[in-house]
Nanobody, 121 residues
């Protein structure tokens, strides 16, 4: 099992940017796809973006295409989420997760504790 710790969340105005990090310990991530998910108050957790084990393939939810970028540094065992042009509807707790394989479609087995992102209008 791998332990995932997210950081970088906070309060930002609409149109601003944040960069989230997800640091892993307990297992090397390079063989696994990694994803970011989010859960807004009163809503179900939803998929945001994922990256394959090699980093050569990504998958985005339509709502974040062109604004969010996922990347990974396998040497640091860390995954990043660069969020630009943030909107109030992006407000949520953001979770990173490790997929069972190198493919982005999951399933996802290990989850971080989440980091809060709040976008003010």
């Amino acid at each position: 099992q791998v332990q995932l710790v997210e950081s970088g969340g906070g309060l930002v105005q609409a149109g601003g940017s944040l960069r989230l990090s997800c640091a892993a310990s307990g297992r090397t991530l390079s063989s696994y796809a990694m994803g970011w998910f989010r859960q807004a108050p009163g809503k179900e957790r939803e998929f945001v973006v994922a990256i394959s084990g090699s980093g050569g393939s990504t998958k985005h939810a339509d709502s974040v295409k062109g604004r969010f970028t996922i990347s990974r540094d396998n040497a640091k065992n860390t995954v990043y989420l660069q969020m630009n042009s943030l909107k109030p509807e992006d407000t949520a707790v953001y979770y990173c997760a490790r997929a069972r394989t190198s493919a982005t479609y999951g399933p996802y087995d290990d989850w971080g504790q989440g980091t809060q992102v709040t976008v003010s209008s």
